[in-house]
Each structure stands twice: as C-alpha cells, then as structure tokens.
C-alpha cells in the first residue's frame, strides 16, 4: 500500500519519475538570500583594524639599505632612532649612545631562539670602546660581538646576512650629517 501511494506522488506531474517545472512543495524550496542590514564597517570599526607588515619572506635576508642621523631604512621600512635588527624584526633600540650599552641593553640579543652567531654593534659616527664586562657577558653567552662605527657595521651585517649567517645587529645612527647616505 505504501509503494502505491510514492508512486502516486511520483508520477503525478512528472515525466518518466522526473518532476517537471515549479510544483515543488513548499518545504522544500529555500527562502531567498536577502539580508536586511549593511555589511560594510561603520566609520568607528575603520580604526580598529590590525595591520601586518612581513619584514622578511622565507629564505630572503634583511638588508640596511641607508642611514641618516634620524635613523635607518631596512628593507623599505624607516625606523627613527638607534634599533635592534633581529631578523626578521626590526626594533626601536631604547640606547641613547654608546655608553648605555650594557647588559640589560644587549638581554634581547642573547634571548633570541635560535640563537645568534654574531652582534655587530655600531657605536655611532666612529668606533667606540664599549665596556669590556659587557663584552665579556656575551662571550659567556657564546655570542661573538664586533664593535665598529656605524657606517661599516651596516656594511658587515648586510654581508653576514646574505651569507645567512645568523646575526643581528644593534644601531646607533651616526650624528654627523655629512655621513647622510639617503
């Protein structure tokens, strides 16, 4: 009795068990896709969005690119002041000049996983002697550092970059405005 009655259903208006045009049931026929609200932010959500900038792709190295007495430009992007390069982050490196350089200066160095190989320091407009305890320290870390001025501490951390050596470097822009590379 039951396969009579699907059969009935079927067949009525249908060609070969194939429902022909609209006489669907209601139930199965979806309501339309609208929507009554917008879906656009409002001005206040405009302000709230987070915003990521790859300092490195995988495999390639960060280069310095120039320096000024304002600061560095690294791979496009401009940091104002002395900065910290640990590939791939690039930080505001909070030494005023080569004496501030200590061991709480230099933590975020020989934290870093994986650890760095070499810190190249640059002291400013020309080589400065840094602290022999705080060289000490970090030798104790097994981190080598090179202390030179800035200038050719630019040129050494680019060289061991592209050599994918694991290195970083800590900055303090040259004061001198005739060394103005930009």
Sequence with gaps: MAVAGC???LCRGAVQGLRLGPAASPAFISPPQCRSHRLTPGDDEMYQRTTV???QKEGGSVLIQSYSPRGFTV???RVLGPCALL???ILQWNVGSYKNIT???LA?????????????LGTGARVE?????VLRFMRKKGIAVEVQDTPNACATF?????????????????????????
């Design 53 to 55: 900038s790859v300092m």
């Design 75 to 77: 791979d496009g992007n």
């Design 87 to 89: 590939p791939p982050a």
């Design 129 to 133: 002697r840094v602290d022999p305890v």
């Design 7 to 9: 059969a009935r259903v």
């Design 108 to 120: 975020l160095f020989y934290l870093l996983e994986p650890r760095i190989e070499i810190l190249v």
């Design 158 to 182: 680019n060289i061991l970059s592209t050599e994918r050596r694991v290195v970083a470097a800590g900055l303090i822009p040259p004061p001198s405005a005739g060394w103005d590379a930009e």
């Design 103 to 105: 061991e709480d200066s």
